[in-house]
């Protein structure tokens, strides 16, 4: 009976639409939607764009997986399955409506749940435009502590997936949430071939300004070394959620339009919206204004919203003297129509950073929240870059691209995840926070496995006879010294093979510490035994550290072998027992080829640095303090917390109580100074033999709460350089933003912060500048903090932090983390001259992407290790030019042909006379060894349109602005590809900061 | 490019469907729905009938309208539009699921707002039984303080509108909400043709007891008098909600089934399911458990619901372990499942009355509150039922039936929301107290505008020329001493006829009371003069009250003209003036031919009783009392409220502080003793000429407050009678039911609220007998009370009451009404014999359908205008048989010749071995004068089925109540319609307190 039944329901429905024919096929089954088509925007009056849309967290306060399947719904908002679920269904029902979603991690969720016949259907509605993939990274990142690469990699995994799946391409940014606004990220969407970028959250001053001015749009130059990626900027109205009193999912007042029932209401509530959408109107200059109608996880109910804005939209259209036309609307349709009105806008060429939403609430916490988190990130974003260029370079002896590649995939989708806006900025619930690690944990391991056996397949590939290729391991925590691979060496006879891989397309100099438990080892490469030295660990009693210099070709490897080499102490191997320093001693004092640096005795604290070469001098000195967190006072109730930094007072207190205990070890590869105050605080300096700047490993935490009293832990640098008020930080790991105290350069500031104010995002370098003297200090870090100058000659950077009260931003528990971090700093001191940035991008580049070390064990010796396996390995035919960073190498998924190729100058235009940025010329046909080049074609940066086909809005500037953009294209022309048959190169040249992106087809030169 | 994309989607749509076979149909865009088709109920397994509901208060918290729309969802839930919406697309996007729907109030607005072509697919989904209406009333009735005719018109309304939609009949009673149920509503949805009644609250003893005993399922036989209508009666495990843990749409954790995702929970949560569904069903005797899905205003958001109850399904019957057959069901899915298991069935016989959820909470404050809302649903109750029937006697000059009908469907509707079981019981809020009065007055007023038009016309029949229709009006306050119709009279020279109804069947004879401006007038009609009697307006200085005795046709009316006899006083009119009496006077009597009363003069209370006829005298007084509203105490913090009467104390405080004031006027036509305290507490004992009742006017209200303390006002009676713990009260006006003090009849009662455990609902009559005296003292009364007989003797009726705190089930306010209520009882003082229905039946018909008055003016005098208009009129042939009432005659909408007539013999089969109630025969064709009847076709209760074409499921019970059932109709043998095509009669016979409904088919007479 019941198959009966559904056969008849279905006949129904067939019969339904079979008897329907195009022309009347918009009769659809629900009112409204056989009303008059709604026009496209009209000349004459206020167009009124209403943007339906989600804003789906990729985690905060639930999971990401929570948050899909909508778990504890009661507690937590937000289910997305409901919300494409609903959304989809209102779209199918009245062919009027439009809808956007933004994040893919959770479109892709949904999607492999559906139907093939439902995976048409709203394929159908993508290509109608009824719904839009806006933005369409994996999530919305965060702008400040996200490094460019993954900020990079996650744009791509979400436009792949769109590409893949609809063919489609997202036109418009759309970060309505993410708490301030990096220039870096204005410019990346540029170079994606967005048309604009859309944002939410700016600075109460500035906002202020902005609505009297009518100045809520302009034009961004992100990167003034870059023009050609400014960005047409729309600050919204109000922030990214329905105008109050229409929010009708969340029981704002629904339209009663029956005119059978009480509380008829259609003319109020349209007077009450036309007034709204009038004011919204009188901050923007052309006469289209977008409103957005959603927020947080909205339309899990998609009915609630979009029955009642047709009813909304049918009233004030139908009614003309409102003066408003109302349209179901996009971004996209938005700003075409923005841009269709051909007016010169003003150009901004500064950052939003930092974001404050009153007086007392700078959003400059989350700079450092949960650096373990942020440091975890950066570590994965490493391995991940690893494992996509070793899955293209040991290519020839892949025999399934693809299961390596769905192998990497779980990596890549977790790094996508955490470089949302609650993730790595450290802004979501301590759960959440585990959440994201295990996620990036899982991908570690999996991805760990394909290097694995990728790797493994290398070390045999000039074998003579078949080999097994060796197990291989890795050693996840080499920071905090303990490396389980190189236990094996207590055994003599027992070598440990140490394959290290280079993912700089430069050849590698640099020196690597790994932790041992015996002192009396070797070091080998091909070439015999190298000088390496032993050192005992000095915070711990446990095991000793090697410390030798490797060599690595570019995007390859070179093997050390480790071998115990029993009572013998080797020749080659200097053994350096750690001094405890007295007091009274005299200072002391590390020097190299490059540099020297005087410590003081009492306390190991560093009080000078010399340039060898130039023989400039600076006096300093560092102190780890603490600010006190507020919680509350009688200007405001304003907690610090997670994503505000509100100290009590204008001044940080000293952090080091008890008695600091100071060692040194100074050898000839590595002078070695450690203090060590307790197990929650340890600073050590290291001077490389042959290299310009110190490292200074700093472990902190667990922070000590037992006083009751959380702690936001900062190191700060007084110089006796001369700074001016300035100091510059980078934009992502890109260009050098400068900071000047207490100064905004678009409006006043008004002081009411004086700490937290000035305190901005670094990502991997920030420096201060001694301009008469034409001395700079410049600091490299391994992940985001933020940071200040908040006084002549000074630099402060935090480190860790931990609150004990929430910060009132949604996220509804204290930032009180019991973690520790061992976070590694490279300070170096050098001129001002025309190779200014050498000093420190490079360093950069390394500390970036380091040595990543794989280790294996044998029972053989060195030399006959390296004759059965390779030694070292290099996909590239040479050396990149000097400046050329491969920023991405990677295959694209299911093919086995195509790889995407990212080349990055990575010195930028800076302003300072002095200095000439080079355009770099590169052959990519060249480049590889083993595989011929068989077709390049040049991409937008996220891969997903051939950069030819895109035709990116043009937009009026200021003749200043439009001036400077050809002056600096006449002083650095580079052109796009240029392929030469007869030679058969693929010639490209790469301006300063420019990030170019290509799509290659290769065959193997094997075959 | 919009219409472009409209017709790509609309193709894409339909080549979808077009594509698609019949046979494929089911593989539908939506996972699961092309999983295997659920099986129907299986024998070896327990069938898990998941019942997918929603429960639509019409209005409680929120207005009907309000909750129909969704206003204020952030504070109250309900927005029915969205349930219909996304409920309706959720069925058609899987015929596996179903949905019942219960509150025709509700669907009707969503009906009306859908297009015709959504109207033909929910009309497939009602067809293929995806959508089932169940129970189908226009609200779900309150049990306890409704008018069995207002029952019986909210579910016609209900059912006419689903089956001129839909073509179908609903087969089950579904008030699983409701406050106790009563013996009436099983037995009138007996008559409904119901197959079962599912219920949902029952006391908290009890329900221990039928859990332990797996006695939720029974035979309830609901009249004695027609066991015919016994109905199969099922309580639900744990009320009507989602069992805890599966609410999917309010924050229970959704079923998790992606392996891709974390947190998969599929087994977790089927295990958790399994276990409740094999708890509810060891109290249940068939392999069958009904578990419901849905609460207050589910599936707002259907899709959270269906597409988890889908996962769980699925996951449960895809693992045979379990045990479980999950089913979308509905309750007649279910109740034919369990009817197949043919077990033999316990009967019950009593109600279930009162119903407490705990020892501190009886649920029988609501019998009272707002007896203002409850006197005027009444008052709306009678007029409803005299504009249908005169609809119908005027037919013959009402040239357009259908505009008629339509302005009476506002109270018709106004009506069926009243009966609401948050509405007339006065668990509401005061808002939405409001709001059902209003729509009451706005059906009031188009519903008398209606009858003023057919009045008019039928007062115009008769006359020799045209004459236009003299202006109607009503005065709709006459129990308060107002009548602006009559004020013209102190025009001398202009006459007031008063048209005088009767709706019942029989001739009346009943004095009418009406406020007059002046004291000199005469009453005639159209024979001349008749005696009638002035009183000066004993509580107020305004104005008089004229009393004389009416007689008027059955279903007719007749005029009385009052007119201004200037200075002449009449000899037919009695002036009366009252007596202040000192309390030094001798007792007042007051007799006439039935009876005889002795008040005390020293308080005009009542003091003895003598039933002049038989010579029985009882010795009685009464008193105003209240009890105090608990605020809670130390056993529990429960307070009294709208629904729960706690009283603080066992015994009543006395109520009367002031002092008392008596005026007595004792005139020939009515003696009347008032007793004054204060404008807000009046007692009036009005003793008519040749009537056995005593006739008591109180005026209660508002009840006073100044001292912060709330009050529940009782009237007190105390007798002579012996009563034994026993008295009797009627169900929804009908069947009486034997109370007995402290006692249940189907478990042990543990007495914790020694006051409020007895209080039962009192609809119309309560009456304490003395057996061995076979006296009985009965009480008739004019609006739905509570009362209780908690002494020998004694019988108590709470009249009003106001308490000051919420009482925590949801209302959310104090029950803090000030209103002021007159209301009318009748005393009737009888030896229980072979008439002791007709003492007090008759009437209670009197009083529940009391004579309609409806003014004009005139300057003719009497005689001029009786022999321009119509002085009386009567549709019928001939008075119906004595006991048996037209309970309603009314057109079917939308026809000119078919009309519903119900008629009903008042009295019952009592159980007293001395009375003997009669079968009436009678004559339908021969009924009226103006009509022939040209078919009469016999029909369910509401009207919507042919009876013979419903076969109820028949139930075994054990053999005594079989037995008892055969015996009764071995006594009361009544007949089917018996047609007679010689004579063109249609004989029925009506048993004991049966209704038949009938389906007549009429051409005019007169044409």
Redesign the interface.
């Known amino acids: ?3 009966k ?10 019969l ?3 008897s ?1 024919t ?1 022309i009347e ?7 409204g939607s ?1 009303k008059p ?2 026009e ?1 925007p009209e000349s004459s009056v206020l167009n009124v764009h209403i943007v339906a849309h989600t804003h789906d967290d990729v985690g905060w306060l639930k ?1 990401v ?2 948050y ?8 937590f908002n937000g ?1 997305v ?2 919300t494409l ?2 959304a989809i ?1 209102c779209l ?2 009245n ?2 409506r439009r809808f956007i979603y933004v994040e893919i991690a959770y479109f892709q ?1 949904w999607w ?4 093939v ?2 995976q ?2 709203v394929t ?2 993508v ?4 719904l839009e993939f806006i933005n369409g990274g994996y999530c919305m990142n965060d702008e400040a502590t996200t490094y460019y690469d993954d900020i990079i990699d996650q744009m791509t995994v979400g436009h792949q997936f769109i590409l893949d799946n609809f063919g489609v391409v997202p036109k418009i940014g759309w970060h309505i949430d993410p708490f301030g606004h990096s220039s870096s990220q204005a410019s990346l969407f540029g170079a994606m071939g967005f048309d604009a970028f859309i944002i939410g959250r700016i600075d109460y001053q500035d906002i202020a300004g902005r609505l009297e001015n009518k100045q809520m749009e302009f034009v961004w130059r992100g990167s003034k070394s870059q023009p050609k990626y400014d960005i047409f900027t729309s600050v919204l109205r109000a922030m990214y959620c329905t105008p109050n009193g229409f929010d009708f999912e ?5 339209m ?1 339009t ?1 005119p ?4 008829v209401n259609a003319q109020q509530r349209a007077d009450e919206f036309a007034a709204i959408a009038l004011e919204y109107a009188t901050h923007y200059q052309t006469n289209n204004v977008l409103i957005p109608f959603g927020c947080d996880f909205a339309y ?2 998609a ?2 919203y979009f ?1 009642n804005i047709d009813k909304l939209m049918d009233y004030i259209n139908s009614n003309p003297q409102y003066g408003l036309n109302l349209i179901y609307s996009t971004p996209s349709i938005y700003i075409d129509a923005v841009n269709k009105a051909n007016l010169v806008w003003d150009v901004k060429t500064d950052d939003f950073f930092p974001y404050a939403d009153d007086p007392y609430s700078y959003w400059t916490g989350y700079f450092v929240s949960r650096p373990a988190l942020k440091g975890y990130v950066r570590q994965n974003s490493q391995l991940l870059h690893v494992a996509e260029q070793l899955l293209v370079t040991g290519q020839a002896d892949i025999p399934n691209v693809q299961s390596y590649i769905d192998s990497i995939m779980p990596l890549r989708e977790a790094m996508g995840e955490a470089q949302h806006h609650d993730a790595v900025s450290g802004t979501e619930k301590q759960v959440v926070a585990d ?1 994201y690690a295990a996620r990036l944990a899982i991908g570690n391991t999996a991805t760990l496995n394909a290097m694995n056996n990728v790797l493994g397949s290398l070390l045999t590939t000039n074998s003579l006879k078949p080999l097994a290729s060796p197990a291989m391991s890795f050693c996840p925590f080499l920071n905090i010294s303990v490396c389980p691979a190189t236990s094996v060496l207590t055994n003599h006879g027992t070598s440990v093979p140490v394959i290290l891989y280079n993912q700089l397309g430069q050849t590698r100099f640099e020196h690597v510490n790994i932790p041992i438990p015996v002192a009396n080892v070797t070091v080998s490469d091909s070439n015999g035994i190298v000088r390496s030295q032993v050192t005992p660990n000095s915070n711990s009693s446990l095991g000793y550290v090697l410390t030798f210099l490797a060599q690595i070709p570019p995007l390859g490897f070179s093997t050390y072998i480790i071998e115990n080499s029993g009572q013998e102490e080797s020749t080659m191997t200097e053994y350096v027992e750690p001094k405890m320093i007295k007091p009274s001693s005299s200072n002391i004092i590390f020097a190299n080829q490059f540099v020297s640096v005087t410590f003081d005795s009492a306390t190991g604290g560093i009080m000078s640095i010399t340039n060898i070469s130039s023989g400039d001098q600076i006096q300093i000195s560092q102190q780890y303090m603490f600010y006190l967190p507020s919680l509350g006072d009688s200007a405001s109730g304003q907690p610090s917390g997670a994503y505000i930094f509100r100290p009590i007072n204008t001044y940080p207190f000293n952090y080091n109580n008890q008695t600091v205990k100071v060692t040194v070890s100074q050898g000839s590869t590595v002078q070695v100074l450690t203090r060590y105050w307790s197990p929650t605080m340890i600073q050590i300096f290291r001077l490389y033999d042959g290299v310009p700047y110190l490292e200074i490993e700093e472990t902190v935490g667990p922070i000590d709460i037992s006083d009751g009293i959380g702690k936001e832990v900062i190191t700060q640098w007084n110089t006796s350089l001369n700074t001016k008020q300035t100091w510059w930080t980078d934009s992502n790991g890109q260009e050098m933003q400068e900071r000047v105290y207490n100064f905004r350069d678009t409006w006043d500031l008004n002081v009411t912060q004086p700490v937290s104010d000035n305190y901005v995002p670094i990502n991997a370098i920030s420096y201060i500048q001694d301009t008469e003297k034409n001395l700079q200090l410049t600091f490299v870090v391994d992940r985001s903090r933020g940071g200040a100058s908040l006084g002549n000659g000074e630099l402060e950077m935090m480190l860790h932090r931990r609150t004990l009260l929430d910060d009132w931003r949604g996220v509804g528990e204290p930032m009180n983390e019991s973690t520790q971090i061992v976070t590694t700093t490279r300070v170096i001191f050098h001129p001002i001259n025309d190779q200014v940035q050498s000093y420190y991008r490079y360093f950069a580049q390394e500390l970036q992407h380091p040595i990543y070390p794989t280790f294996t064990q044998s029972n053989m010796d060195a030399s006959v290790w390296n004759n059965l396996y390779s030694g070292t390995y290099s996909p590239l035919t040479t050396d990149l030019p000097y400046g050329l960073k491969v920023q991405s190498l990677q295959w694209v998924d299911d093919t086995q042909d195509t790889i995407v190729l990212r080349l990055e100058n990575i010195f930028q235009v800076d302003g300072i006379d002095t200095y000439d940025p080079v355009v770099i010329n590169f052959d990519i046909a060249g480049m590889f060894s083993y595989l011929n080049v068989t077709s390049v074609t040049e991409m937008t940066l996220s891969s997903v349109a051939k950069l030819s086909s895109v035709n990116r809005l043009q937009w009026q500037t200021n003749s200043e602005y439009q001036q400077a953009k050809e002056d600096l294209y006449k002083l650095y022309p580079t052109k796009d590809l240029e392929i030469n048959d007869q030679t058969n190169s693929f010639n490209i040249q790469v301006g300063p900061m420019d990030i170019r992106t290509y799509l290659i087809t290769v065959t193997s030169n094997s075959i």
Chains 1, 2 share one sequence.
């Open positions: 009976m019941m198959i039944q559904t056969l008849l329901l279905f006949a129904t429905i067939i339904l639409f079979s329907t195009l096929a918009r009769k659809t089954l629900y009112k056989n088509k709604i496209p999971t997986d929570q899909y399947y909508g778990y504890n719904l009661t507690n289910g399955q409901y679920d609903t269904t199918l029902q062919p009027n969720r492999n749940e559906q139907t016949e439902m048409k259907l159908s509605l290509k109608s435009g009824q969340q029981g704002d007042t629904p009663q029956d059978n029932l009480f509380d899990m109910n009915q609630m029955k959440d």
